[in-house]
């Protein structure tokens, strides 16, 4: 696959520079990539491609809540505004909402992660209501008060994202790389145990 990379990326006239570039190997056994027997891509265990973060778990755990913590930064950042009511709605979707759905396309998310965006969700729609948890206020209440009771929530927005994005790969030609490794199976047997619950 990474030959092929390097082969494309010549066809369109870009050069690889292989002493600065490297891969991310999920599992056991990492090793260099060898080209030709000389050109060599090393391994790593976290890189960032186009603001996303991949580890060596490749289960986007990282990914999620770097996503989570960038988004309680904007909501401390845009504290001196937060409490106008007239303009709150616009600042949580325009803003708060895209950050913390950056990327969600790709996602497998655990359980254990969907209470957390759920959370963040809800302290943001909190803050803007002026109630805190002390209060112990129904989060129903609060999205009436902020007038979204009955929108869909930030889950649902990112379940329609990444249909979305499966569905644009379902519709690809067969020989575009996204949709090879999306039907690739690897080589090696899985190890024992139950796998892990995903979308897919």
Known sequence: MARRLKEEYEKWGLATNLERTKYVY?????GSLKFDGREEIKPCTECTYLGTR?????????????GISQTRKAIKALNSIWWHKNITTYIYQTIIQRILVYCAEIWQIPIRVINKILCTEM?????????SRMERIKNEHVKEIIGVKGKPDIIYIIEKKRLQWYGHIIRMPEERIPKLIMDWIP????????PRKTWM
């Open 123 to 131: 302290d943001v729609l909190s803050g803007s209501a002026r109630k």
């Open 54 to 66: 991949i580890d060596q778990l490749g289960d986007n755990t990282t990914e999620m809540k770097h």
């Open 26 to 30: 999920m599992g056991e056994g990492k």
């Open 187 to 194: 080589w090696e047997r899985r190890k024992r145990g139950c």
